[in-house]
């Protein structure tokens, strides 16, 4: 017993030391497959999976081309660390390139025995995208190019529009090699555009704002300017276009812009020019030009000079009128403070001086004119001394006080002279002000991840405000981040600026707060704050169970509206594994959800969501359980209630809810009735009694089919059908229909012939498939027609004659007896090449048959004659048209004599009159049938 004990103890202690030496294995950290992106670092580590092995296992690394990694050695990209410990190496790949891929070993020797692990290294390809630019302007009309593009072929590229709706197939957008190409680009299509690229491992979003420019387009032309030396003159020039126009002014003749100087103003960005103290060479033509990136365009005026000498020489005219009215000044002023506009009139007589803005009237003295903007208005009007007392000269001035930018504009002033005549002049008013926000300019604006939030400012101002955004204290530029910016002049005094915001799940924390839109001038800066809120959800109110049955669920749900986000759009509704229902959201009212394919008697969750481009609502479960199988719904009858024909009717009814199990098939059956006087609130008929018993449709419809013709019916009748489906279960309800036959037709089908009743077929035929009534008739003609065709031609192969000339023989012959004798042997010629029979005629079914009777084939002219022997007395008849009418017929026998030939005696010789040779068909006689003659055919006469 103790040899046993000691021996088992041997082999257990064996069996253990010899699993112990098999788990001395070297093993490599991360897994056997190791993934990296090109330019990455990684570090794989080999190690000795017993810590208790004591014994330096003499650890190696090999690279991918099997070459030992020397330590002591420098590589480009790789390196074995410094061991610590020997049961441990460490192998470093630096910026990995894609031709380090490959498997990487690491060796050693455990108990002297070899050993290894081995790693396979993967790399993918980098995606660098500094090379895509992400700000790309262009202009408007061009097709543009937005470019993202890879050089290898590993890179797969999609896009997305501003909207972040992917591009596909179906979209106005299209994906070339080089990016993406928007054709006829417009103001519309700017914004941010995503560019994904993707790899086997990894993939990256590179947004790209795409800028349209748009070349300036002139909107207030410069106008032309008279203006007395000493005084100032203002012209102003103002174009709209993306990005805003710079001005630049030039005179006639010469090349160099005007540029500031001591008598020059010149407002590149506003577009004015003025001249201070005006001096007679400044008259001339002067040219606006404003441009941009995107072009240039110019308008022109002309600025005419008056000497103030040469026209007080002129007042010296002492004729009746009025010389001249002068506007002494174009003048500005800023807001808050008082301005007076001259007007100096000469003339003879001179009754008075009146001035007005518009439809506004200012007369003398201090007032407070309803209509303009200041508080007061004061009109002064003094007679000046001159060198000719006879000379009326009168200085008539305007003040305006605490001026408001509205009083901006043209001030006229009108003399009258009565019989003189009348004068006019005006001056324009520029009221400065700093920079005031739109009173429409929202506070608040919404979006969500995913989307670009675009934040408005319009200020108004004079000089044009410039426009700076901030964020807290930091201003923002062009360009930065996730940040855009554009703006542009709507009219002299007004700008919009536009600060766009790119929102993804990354920056929801940054990009939701308080940004500040600050206008400056010279007059001085104004600020407006705009909050950037995140966009709420929908909520959903409330979703209700309307109907449950074995295969389907019916529910109505209700959405709330939103204030502070885009309107939801769908219900969504989620359900068992991986199954989804989606529903355009009904604005009207409540929306109306079917869940269809359903198994029967199963408990289910719905979990209800309501949709918008903002994201969804709270899921909103509901739990409903499917019913047993059933028997089906029932199936309502959807036709009309009147037919458009007396005896036939094409019944239609829904396919019902099957109630769990296929149907099998649909029991039709009607009977005709009678109906009250009163119709259903829903217009249909009520049956007042049966007048007939119920007739079944056999067979009956199968399942899936909605359609059966019911024919044979009572014209102006009235009928009541029913309609019911048939599953395992059992059969469903019937719901009654009652319809009005039409009343009778002049043709119906059972008084139709043939073709009449193909033709009503093809027009019934036609309902179903389209055709108009004119084509059927037409297609019925031309078969007709090849039908006879097809009779005649085999009539002609088998009897030799076509259908009319049958019929024409049946019938009897038209002309004269010359001709009607001639008519026969020339068809028959003509069909039997030539020869007629002898002693036998051809029977009705043209077979030649045995006579005894030799009928001559000329007549004592010389002519033809068809003389056929003939058993009854229509040919008898007929033989008798044919003969003189001065010669009686002899009716004691039943065939026909000519006239020159004697009953019963043997035929003459046939000879025929000495005439040109004519053309003759001959048959050789055939040795076992009748004699045949050979017929010349007679000239024409």
């Known amino acids: 017993m103790d040899n046993f004990n000691h021996r088992f103890l041997i082999q257990g202690f064996l069996l253990l030391f010899a699993s112990y030496c098999h788990c001395q294995e070297i093993s490599i950290e991360g897994g056997a497959v190791r993934q990296v992106v ?11 999976n017993d810590p208790d092995y004591n014994e330096d296992p003499n650890l190696k690394w090999f690279d991918y081309n099997g070459v030992e990694i020397n330590p002591d050695q420098i590589y480009d990209h790789m390196r074995v660390l410094t061991q610590t410990d020997p049961k441990q190496l460490r192998l470093l790949l630096e910026n990995i390139t894609m031709g380090m891929g490959g498997v990487y070993r690491c060796k050693g020797m455990i108990n002297g025995k070899p050993r290894e692990a081995s790693v396979l290294l993967k790399v ?217 506009l001259s007007c100096l009139v000469n003339g003879n007589p001179l009754n008075s001086i009146t001035w007005q803005k518009g439809g506004i009237a200012f007369n003398a003295g201090n007032q407070d004119v309803e209509g303009n903007s200041g508080d007061l208005v004061s009109v002064k009007t003094n007679i000046q001394e001159t060198d000719y007392p006879d000379q009326n000269e009168r200085l008539s001035e305007l003040t305006i006080n605490n001026l408001v930018p509205e009083d901006t504009g043209i001030y006229e002033c009108h003399a009258d002279g009565g019989k003189s005549g009348s004068a006019e002049g005006e001056s324009f008013l520029t009221v400065r002000y700093q920079p005031v926000f739109a009173k429409d300019q929202p506070d608040l604006n919404y979006t969500w991840a995913g989307q670009t939030g675009v934040l408005r400012c319009t200020t108004h101002g004079e000089p044009l405000p410039k426009v700076r955004w901030y964020r807290g204290d930091m201003e923002i530029q062009v360009g930065q981040s996730y940040f855009d910016m554009t703006a542009h002049q709507v009219d002299a005094v007004t700008r919009e600026a536009l600060l766009m915001i790119r929102v993804d799940f990354g920056n929801e924390n940054e990009v939701y707060t308080t940004y500040t839109c600050e206008a400056y001038n010279d007059m001085g800066t104004s600020n407006k704050n705009i909050t950037l809120v995140k966009s709420s959800v929908p909520v959903l109110n409330e979703v209700a169970t309307l109907e449950v049955t074995p295969t389907t669920a019916r529910f109505s749900a209700e959405v709330a509206a939103v204030t502070n986000g885009p309107p939801p759009t769908h219900i969504l509704v989620e359900y068992g594994t991986g199954n989804a229902t989606e529903v355009q959201l009904d604005r009207n009212g409540p929306t109306i959800v079917e869940i269809q394919n359903l198994q029967v008697s199963t408990p289910y969750t719905f979990q209800f969501y309501a949709k918008s481009e903002a994201g969804k609502s709270l899921a909103k479960p509901v739990a409903v359980t499917t019913l047993a199988t059933r028997k089906p719904y029932p199936s309502e009858i959807m036709s009309k209630t009147f037919s458009e024909e007396s005896t036939r009717y094409l019944l239609k009814w829904t396919l019902p809810k099957t109630g769990g199990a296929p149907i099998l098939n649909f029991n039709i059956r009607y009977r005709q009735v009678s109906i009250l006087d009163q119709q259903t609130v829903d217009n249909k008929y ?144 003509e069909s039997e090449k030539g020869t007629l029979p002898i002693g036998g005629v051809q029977n009705k079914d043209s077979h030649l048959v045995e006579d005894e009777k030799k009928v001559p084939l000329l007549d004592s002219d010389g002519g033809a004659k068809d003389e056929v022997e003939e058993e009854n007395e229509v040919a008898a008849k007929e033989a008798e048209e044919i003969e003189p009418e001065d010669k009686e017929p002899d009716m004691s026998d039943t065939k026909p004599v000519l006239e020159g030939e004697e009953a019963k005696e043997p035929a003459p010789e046939v000879t025929l009159d000495p005439v040109p040779p004519p053309q003759v068909a001959t048959t050789p006689p055939a040795s076992d049938g009748p004699a045949e003659l050979t017929v010349a055919t007679e000239p024409s006469a």
């Open 38 to 48: 090109g330019r990455e670092n990684a570090i794989f580590e080999c190690k000795v």
């Open 124 to 340: 993918a390809i980098p995606i660098i995208t500094t090379h895509i630019k992400t700000y790309q302007a262009f202009t408007q009309g061009e097709d543009a190019i937005v470019n993202c593009s890879m050089s290898s072929a590993d890179f797969t590229i999609s896009w997305y529009d501003t909207n972040g709706q992917a591009v596909g197939p179906n979209s106005e957008l299209e994906q070339v090699s080089q990016g993406l190409k928007i054709d006829n680009i417009t103001t519309a299509d700017g914004g941010v555009y995503t560019c994904e690229i993707m790899t086997t491992l990894t993939f990256e979003k590179v947004p790209i704002t795409v800028f349209v420019k748009v070349p300036p387009v002139i909107t207030q032309s410069p106008s032309r300017q008279e203006t007395i030396t000493g005084q100032s003159m203002r012209m102003e020039c103002r174009a709209s276009g993306i990005p805003e126009p710079k001005y630049e002014w030039f005179k006639s003749g010469q090349t160099n812009a005007l540029v500031d100087g001591d008598r020059f103003s010149i407002d590149e960005v506003v577009g004015t020019f003025i001249i201070r103290e005006v001096i007679i060479d400044d008259q001339g033509i002067y040219r606006c030009e404003a441009w941009n990136d995107a072009g240039r365009v110019k308008n022109e005026a002309e600025l005419d000079v008056l000497s103030k000498s040469l026209n007080l020489i002129g007042v010296m005219n002492v004729e009746a009128k009025i010389f001249k009215t002068f506007m002494f000044n174009n003048a500005s002023a800023n807001e808050g403070t008082s301005v007076k």
């Open 686 to 829: 009520q049956r007042n009694e049966a007048i007939s018993g119920w007739f079944t449709v056999t067979p009956a419809p199968k399942g899936g089919t909605s359609t059966k013709l019911i024919e044979d019916l009572v014209p102006s009748a009235y009928y009541e059908a029913e309609v019911t489906a048939t599953n395992v279960k059992g059969t469903s309800d019937p719901r009654p229909f009652i319809w009005r036959m039409a009343n009778d037709q002049s043709v119906t089908e059972s008084h139709a012939g043939p073709l009449e009743t193909g033709a009503i077929e093809a027009s019934e035929s036609s309902k179903d498939i389209g055709l108009p009534i004119g084509i059927i008739i037409l297609i019925v003609v031309v078969c007709f027609i090849i039908l006879f065709v097809i009779v005649d031609v085999t009539c002609y192969f088998r009897n030799k004659c076509g259908v009319i000339m049958c019929l024409k023989e049946r019938v009897g012959h038209a002309g004269s007896a010359d001709t009607r004798s001639k008519e026969p042997i020339m068809e028959s010629g």
